[in-house]
């Protein structure tokens, strides 16, 4: 069910989550942990559209 590309889009969203995290508990910089948070639906809207581009592709093959 799960390519390895959706890992990789899965992993991405991880790291960005707990590095936001990081940087507001920890560093306490909150602008940059706002700024880091924020690229966490843009890598999901990334993801989204690569993966209907790919099964577009495939019925437009059959």
Request: aromatic share 22%; net charge positive.
């Amino acid at each position: 069910m799960f390519k390895r590309s959706d890992y990789f889009i899965l992993l991405a969203v991880v790291l960005s989550f707990f590095t936001s995290a990081y940087l507001w508990f920890v560093v306490q910089d909150r602008e940059q942990s706002i700024f880091t948070a924020i690229w966490i639906p843009s890598i999901f809207c990334f993801g989204i559209y690569f993966k209907l581009s790919a099964l577009l592709n495939l019925n437009r093959r059959k």
